[in-house]
């Protein structure tokens, strides 16, 4: 898992292994998405649209959070991609 903020810099997280729904959530979510949330309480997350990332175990964790649609392009945004390219990446 990445992250990307302007103010702040976030340790990547690496779990090796299979992605399941379940393990994103207890892995991921849950200890540092949930907790970096909670000191930038207007922060806008987004994922892309892999299976872990889609299942309902994951959105009902989600559901606190304001969420980036995927593809961003279905609302004119620019995609994380473009975010990429103008961070350098």
Do not use: K
């Not at 907790?35 to 892999?50: G, K, S, Y």
């Amino acid at each position: 898992m990445g992250c990307h903020c302007l103010q702040y810099t976030v340790t990547p997280v690496l779990i090796r292994g299979t992605m399941a729904a379940q393990r994103y959530v207890h892995g991921i979510l849950q200890p540092h998405l949930l907790t970096l949330v909670q000191w930038l309480p207007r922060a806008i997350f987004q994922q892309d649209n892999a299976q872990s990332h889609t299942a309902r175990v994951s959105q009902d964790c989600l559901r606190i959070v304001t969420n980036f649609p995927w593809p961003a392009r279905s609302l004119d945004l620019s995609p994380i991609e473009h975010i990429w390219d103008h961070l350098g990446w």
